[in-house]
């Protein structure tokens, strides 16, 4: 073999293993953001095929069902991507020490990477390559098994507030769920125990959906109660509560927001989505005044006690929702989620008063 062929073999094998091992440490490895581009070309390659099965043709239903095997389709392709590159790599590296030809070396490589031990090369430095093939082999597909239980652990711990929230809000969930189931009960006192629980959720979706990319793409077990449509839920709930509820604004929902907005932000830097940096009550926000409005009425007709002051009261809603805005419609398309329609809080059945003695089973009741 020509000694520059060699050269040449051996730095590109050298080359491509360590691009393999970087991504493979620092996708599963590295607890913190990592921007690595050798995942984000898989996962975009992926997306593609993923996006024309799931046309906006087909039913949401057929779509959810087509894209909840996008996330479990990437990480089976990232393990096959990294121990096909890793083979080629170790194949050059035969060359390089000095293999006679191409199809020698990729035999010895295959066979060296799947510790199948079929085609065993001869000699001290294949030796060395063969053992080294075996273990970074083996390695691969260790981080593939340990990576598996903590990216379920995490989803785990989203999805069980998410299955939560329906006791609160209904299915699908919507924020005047949350204030109308309250009234029904009579617990306005426990909404603090909701605000904290998500400010916590958003915590750790903060942390698990910034360090394990792929648990975006994860979808929630039921259709209708997606993770990003509970995320909006609460937090519109939580900005309706503090503008026009006719009590005393609760601190701890305005941190349940704060902590919301932040943790969609850093989503939203890895994702390089715009959203204004500075905000105030000027910026337009997607939910409009008649949507506001119809919202109100539909409280009033629950029982909930609102504000006078309708002007103040929107104004107060939308300096809590312009934080979130941009963000959160942005992933209701990038993530394919239904979007909370607010229009339907006019025809919906509304939640009728229950635990109340005397009054027999509770049910919902048609407005008038």
């Known amino acids: 073999m020509n000694p520059v062929v060699r050269i040449v073999c051996g730095v590109a094998g050298l080359t491509l293993q360590v691009i393999v091992l970087d991504a493979a440490i620092r996708t599963f490895l590295l607890p913190r953001i990592a921007n690595v581009r050798f995942s984000r070309v898989v996962a975009r390659v992926v997306g593609v095929f993923f996006n024309k099965l799931a046309s906006s043709e087909r039913g949401y239903l057929t779509r959810d ?6 996330a479990p ?11 096909a590159l890793s083979l080629v790599a170790f194949a050059l590296g035969f060359v390089a020490a000095g293999m006679a030809s191409f199809s020698g070396a990729f035999s010895v490589s295959g066979s060296s990477l799947l510790t199948l031990g079929t085609t065993p090369a001869h000699g001290g430095i294949f030796s060395v ?18 990576f598996i239980p903590t990216l379920y ?31 029904s009960v009579q617990s306005y006192e426990r909404l603090d125990e909701l605000w904290r629980e998500w400010e916590q959720w958003f915590i750790d979706v903060g942390e698990t959906h910034t360090t394990l990319i792929i648990l975006n793409y994860y979808r929630s077990p039921n259709p209708k109660q997606t993770w990003i449509g509970s995320a909006a839920t609460v937090l519109d709930a939580a900005a309706l509560f ?6 005393k604004p609760s601190p701890t929902a305005g941190l349940c927001i704060r902590s919301g ?4 932000r850093r989503l939203a830097d890895y994702f390089r989505i715009e959203y204004p940096k500075n905000v105030d009550s000027n910026i337009h926000v997607t939910i409009t005044r008649e949507e506001f409005d119809m919202v ?6 629950s029982g909930v006690p609102l504000v006078s002051d309708r002007e103040a009261a929107w104004r107060d809603f939308v300096g809590w929702r312009v934080n979130y805005d941009a963000i ?4 209701y398309k990038q993530f394919n989620c239904p979007r909370t329609d607010w229009k339907l809080a006019g025809i919906d059945p509304l939640v009728g008063p229950s635990n109340i003695r005397g009054t027999g089973p509770s049910g919902s009741y048609l407005p008038d």
Not at 261 to 264: D, E, Q, S
Request: hydrophobic share 60%; net charge positive; proline share 2%.
């Open 242 to 247: 503090n503008a026009v509820i006719d009590l």
């Open 73 to 83: 389709i990437v990480l089976l392709t990232y393990q096959a991507m990294w121990l």
């Open 65 to 70: 069902r087509i894209l909840s095997m996008f």
């Open 153 to 183: 652990g995490a989803f785990q711990r989203r999805e069980l507030s998410v299955g939560r929230l329906s006791v609160r809000a209904g299915i699908p969930a919507t924020p005047w769920g949350v204030l109308e189931i309250a009234q």
């Open 296 to 301: 109100l009425a539909r409280l009033e007709r």
């Open 328 to 331: 959160i419609e942005h992933f």
């Open 129 to 146: 390559l063969q053992f080294a093939e075996a273990g970074v082999g083996l390695t691969l597909l260790a981080l593939l098994i340990a």
């Open 261 to 264: 907005w932040l943790t969609l």
